[in-house]
């Protein structure tokens, strides 16, 4: 009987560790969704930033500079 005993609570064991990976697992895989979403995310940001960025010509940036005087003149 004492080995039935042993056996049972080995089982309980091993059951609460398959409980507790499985849940790992599904936190694990909510967190890798997230970084997938917020990475989506930056990847549109960046593409945005990147089209603005070719609106700009340098030659009226500079332009611009020129014409006005740094405020300490």
């Known amino acids: 009987m004492q080995i039935q005993q042993m056996l049972e ?3 309980t064991e091993l059951e609460m560790k398959v409980a507790f990976q ?3 697992l599904e ?3 909510q967190a890798l969704v997230q ?4 990475m989506d995310r930056m990847q ?3 593409r ?6 070719k609106d ?9 500079a020129e ?4 405020p300490h003149y």
Not at 35 to 38: E, S
Not at 48 to 53: E, Q
Not at 56 to 64: D, T
């Open 9 to 11: 609570n080995r089982l």
């Open 22 to 24: 499985e849940q790992l």
């Open 27 to 29: 936190e694990l895989n």
């Open 35 to 38: 970084q997938q979403f917020d």
């Open 44 to 46: 549109r940001q960046l």
């Open 48 to 53: 945005y930033m990147a089209n603005k960025l």
């Open 56 to 64: 700009f010509h340098p030659s009226n940036i500079a332009s611009q």
């Open 67 to 70: 014409e006005t005087p740094p």
